[in-house]
Structure formats: structure tokens, C-alpha cells
């Protein structure tokens, strides 16, 4: 989480720093410059924005800080290090820049600081202390991982990234800390994923929790709690990251896309799909209560888990969006159906072990209905698979996760008929589409990249059904894929070898822990068995 950055010219060396110190009440962005050999000319210029790129702040300078106002945010930058030279900081053009000189040994610095504009200026931050405090937190906090393995590197990266993409004040953790960059350069498929997905609480408290990160998980799930509390039937999706439901979705008309890629959307409307697959995966999450967690987390979760199975048991035979929100209608996705029996079986079993309350006749009789009507209906014979929906022949990524779950053992000739399907007709390169859109429409023009989650997905099945040493060359082939830095998007473009969608995505990171765990021997599914 501090990158440093080295330039090297016929005249010189320097070497830039920057770093984001551990939230306070403000944030900030601090960068060093350091002269390492020699005389280098540097150039730093700033270019403030507020409203997405639309709104011209108002600027003033005072005493060497600089102030840019606008509406309710204030942006105060400051060009003064404990021991350094001063950068003088000047308009032009509606930018600020900074003309300077580095010779060996010496350094300037440059403090950007986010507020509000109807508060009292920030205070200042020193860069040395702040540099230390940085340094210090993050070896503290990798120091604490668990995982002991070969892939400890990658797995610790991983880790940081999902603790960086965390909002310290509610324990939110979003999807990406991005919006707009494609999944087709050119396209439409451009979506903002600064939320958090239910999703994504099931698998992400299982990599904290193993990992040994108790308190990022209790906080995860407090949030969890908050987000959803209220009647079962408002459940959503994805919520805002201090759990706010309306994300209304809208287009920034005045941006251009990345590198063309329109329109350019901010917002989300899959908040307001019906998606049926976040009952399962909530299920687990409530399940999944950390050792140090006390009666006020465990109560309330029981109760909201009673309520909310009472509530699946009537809408699971309804179709919905599923879990890649397409946006060309519903369809009885057999992937959801499979997360809706995950969530009434994980039920009865918490019920079995804790007699706990609730309708557990219920949740048994609609269990064992849901299993019978998937395996009838959702299994494609001719293909020898699940398939993306009932009666389809349409296959999708999403079916390798049935047999993670527990829904079928691993070695059942079904679940080795579906990883074989989707390892013939949707690896690409090497790599897994989630679907092909020529045999499953999804609303959207254009196609997009190999789903890098669904690829750590094959991964871990292909390990289980006990193919190792494939499961390995490919999870070291995605290893491979990751930037300079160990992060990874949403998809990637084999042809062209470039990432694509938003960046870094907590789904991505999230598989290639789950991964790195199965292949260490730290981890096996639930086994299958229907209960009593």
C-alpha cells in the first residue's frame, strides 16, 4: 500500500512516493519525491474536479496551501515537507502546477487532503510521520494472516487489497473502488461497482475468518446486519457502502469513457433486481458468526435468518435476474435455485445444531422440493450438465459452484459432466467465460473478457475432483495475469492480453484466496447430505 516509483534520466534518479495513510476522520493522499543521484527537472501538475469530472472548483491560496471549493467538497493541498524544499504551487490553464528541481538528498512533498467544505480546514499531516504510520500499519496487519502456504505472497496482497476496499467507518467493503472501465473497450458494458454485494459476504467472510482477520469479519457482518435489517421481501442486491438502498443509476453525458467506452454510468439499477442467489449466500454469512462474536451479533442474526427463509420458501419458485444481473428479462437460473437451496439447507442445519427457531418442517419439505426440481429441471442430458437456466442448453460458469456448495458430491458423474461442459465450450485461452451470449442473450450489445473469479472457480474444481496438477498450472497462470503491483480486474482479454472491467475487483481477489486455501489443503466443501 506505498508504491514507490522510480525515474531515471541522463541527468538523474528520483524516486516518488505515494501512499494513502490509515483513515482518520479525513482522508489523504500523500506523495514524496525524493532525489536519488544527480539533478532531475520535475513537473507536477493537479487538475480538480468535482461532480465526476463536471464541476470547476473555486481556488485560493494562503500561506503555501492551496484550497479548492466547490458546492459541499473542499480539496486542500499542501507542498511543504518536515525536511525539504517548498515547491511553489501556481495557476494555469485551471490546473495548479508545480515547476522544481531535485538534486541528490533532497525532496518536496505534496499533501492532498479531502473535506468537507462547511468544515474547518484539515489539519496538517506530516509526510515522515504519516510515511511511518503507514509502513507500521500494514506490516502489523499482514503479520496477523494465517495462511501458511505456498502462495503466502499472493494470498497476503490479496488480503490487502479487500482490507483497502473496506469503509473503515461502517466495515463495508465494495466490489471495486471503480466505475466506468469497460468490459469491451468501445462498449456499453460499463457499470459502477463502488457498492457492496451481498454476494460477496458469504465467500469474503470465509477468507477473513480463515485467514484469522476476526474483528474485518465481525465488522463485515455488523454491516451485513444493518444493511438487510428491515422486512425480507426489501432485501436488495448490493447496498451503498453505509448501507444505503437507493443507488439510482444514471449516464455522465459529459464524459468521454475509457477510451471511448460509453455511456459512462454511475450508480447501479441492479439494486433493484430480484436476484434470488443473495438468499443463499446471506444464509451462509449469517451462518458464519466469528468466534468472537457476542449474543448481539449471533440474536438478531438467527431471528433475521428465520425471517428471511420463511421468506424464500415462498419466492423460490419464481424466476429472477440472476447472479450476473443481465438485464434481458427472467429466467429460472439454475445457479440461483441452487444458492435458494443452500440458504433452506444451511437453515435446517443450524436449526439441527443449535435448535434454534423457526419452521424447520418448512424448510426441510421445501429443501428437498427445491433439490428434486433442480436436478429435474435445471440438468441438460444431451450436454451431460447444468445448464444456465431450466430447459436451456445455454451453459454458465456459475454451475461450478454447485458442487462447492454441496449440493451434489464432487465426484457425482453430474458435477463432473458440468466442469467437463464448461472446460470444453467456455474456457478461452486458458481462461473462463462466464457465458456465451450467443447462446444466452443478456440484453446487452457486444461481448466481454474471461471472468477471472469463474476461472479460480475451475480452479478449485478441477483440485477437488482430483486433477492437481492442472488446478495448479492454471491458478499459476492467474497469478501470472496480476499487475506489477498483485492486483487483478474483473475479466481479462486473453487476445490482447489486458485487463478489463473495474479495478481491482474484491470478487477476483476474493476466488484467488479461496483458491490459494483449497490448493494449501485449507479448505473442503460442505459435504453433501440432505439432513434429517
Known amino acids: 500500500m506505498i508504491v514507490e516509483t522510480t525515474f531515471v534520466t541522463d541527468e538523474g534518479e528520483v524516486c516518488l512516493t505515494d501512499f494513502m495513510p490509515p483513515r482518520g476522520k479525513h482522508s489523504d493522499v500523500v506523495r514524496i519525491v525524493q532525489g536519488i543521484r544527480g539533478k532531475v527537472k520535475m513537473r507536477m501538475e493537479l487538475v480538480i474536479r ?16 492551496l484550497r479548492a471549493v466547490a458546492g459541499p467538497n473542499m480539496v486542500v493541498l499542501r507542498s511543504k515537507c518536515v525536511k525539504g524544499d517548498l515547491p511553489k504551487l501556481r495557476g494555469e490553464d485551471m490546473k495548479t502546477v508545480s515547476d522544481f528541481t531535485l538534486h541528490e538528498g533532497h525532496r ?41 502456504g505456498k502462495y503466502a505472497d499472493a494470498v497476503a ?6 482490507k483497502a476496499m473496506t469503509y473503515r467507518p461502517t466495515g463495508g467493503i465494495v466490489a471495486a473502488v471503480t466505475a466506468g472501465l469497460p468490459e469491451e473497450i468501445g462498449g456499453e458494458r460499463n457499470w459502477d461497482y463502488r457498492y457492496c454485494w451481498l454476494r460477496d459476504t458469504s465467500f469474503t467472510l470465509l477468507v477473513l475468518m480463515r485467514a484469522g482477520y476476526t474483528e474485518e469479519a465481525i465488522q463485515w457482518r455488523l454491516w451485513l446486519l444493518r444493511a438487510i435489517a428491515g422486512a425480507p421481501d ?34 447501479n439499477a441492479a439494486a433493484g433486481q430480484f436476484q434470488l442467489d443473495v438468499f443463499g449466500e446471506v444464509a451462509v454469512a449469517l451462518q458464519r458468526t466469528p468466534p468472537a462474536a457476542d449474543d448481539d451479533l449471533r440474536v438478531p442474526a438467527a431471528a433475521l435468518q428465520a425471517a428471511l427463509i420463511d421468506h424464500l420458501c415462498k419466492v423460490w419458485t419464481e424466476p429472477d435476474e440472476g447472479i450476473w444481473e443481465t438485464r434481458g428479462g427472467r429466467k429460472h437460473f439454475v445457479h440461483s435455485k441452487v444458492m435458494a437451496w443452500m440458504a433452506l439447507d444451511r437453515a435446517v442445519k443450524n436449526y439441527e445444531q443449535f435448535d434454534g427457531d423457526g419452521d ?21 442430458k444431451k450436454l451431460n450438465a447444468f445448464t444456465q437456466s431450466y430447459g436451456s442448453d445455454a451453459l454458465d460458469a456459475s454451475c461450478l459452484r454447485l458442487g462447492l456448495v454441496g449440493f451434489l458430491p464432487m465426484d457425482d458423474p453430474r458435477i463432473l459432466g458440468t466442469i467437463e461442459a464448461i472446460q470444453k465450450y467456455l474456457v478461452k485461452d486458458g481462461l473462463v467465460q462466464r457465458y ?12 466481454e473478457g474471461t471472468f477471472l473469479a469463474c476461472s479460480f472457480w475451475l480452479v478449485v474444481s478441477l483440485f477437488l475432483i482430483g486433477r492437481k496438477d492442472e488446478a495448479v498450472g492454471m491458478f499459476e497462470r492467474l497469478l501470472d495475469l496480476r499487475n506489477d503491483v498483485g492486483l487483478l480486474s474483473e475479466e481479462y482479454d486473453p487476445v490482447n492480453k489486458r485487463m478489463l472491467g473495474n479495478f481491482p475487483q474484491a470478487l477476483s481477489h476474493i476466488a484467488l484466496i479461496h483458491a490459494a486455501f483449497t490448493l494449501s489443503g485449507h479448505w473442503t466443501p460442505e459435504p453433501f447430505g440432505t439432513g434429517k
Not at 468535482?50 to 496551501?65: A, C, H, N, R
Not at 496482497?157 to 479487500?162: E, G, H, I, K, V
Not at 421445501?366 to 428434486?372: A, F, G, Q, S, V
Open 157 to 162: 496482497r490479496s488480503l490487502m487489497t479487500l
Open 50 to 65: 468535482f461532480d465526476y469530472g463536471l464541476t470547476i472548483p473555486w481556488v485560493t491560496m494562503k500561506d503555501e496551501e
Open 234 to 267: 426489501q432485501v436488495q442486491s448490493l447496498y451503498g457502502i453505509s448501507g444505503e438502498r437507493q443507488l439510482l443509476e444514471w449516464s455522465a453525458g459529459w464524459l468521454p469513457g475509457y477510451e471511448g467506452s460509453l455511456p459512462v454510468r454511475f450508480g
Open 360 to 380: 424447520v418442517r418448512l424448510w426441510r419439505k421445501n429443501r428437498d422440493m427445491l433439490h428434486e426440481d433442480i436436478c429435474k429441471k435445471g440438468f441438460n
Open 436 to 447: 456465451r451470449q450467443e447462446k444466452a442473450p443478456d440484453g446487452l450489445k457486444g461481448g
Open 108 to 148: 518536496s512533498c505534496f499533501v492532498l487532503t479531502y473535506a468537507a467544505s462547511n468544515e474547518e480546514v484539515p489539519e496538517r499531516v506530516s509526510p515522515d510521520d504519516a510515511l511511518q504510520d503507514t509502513h507500521d500499519y500494514w506490516c502489523e496487519w499482514t503479520d496477523r494472516s494465517k495462511y501458511e
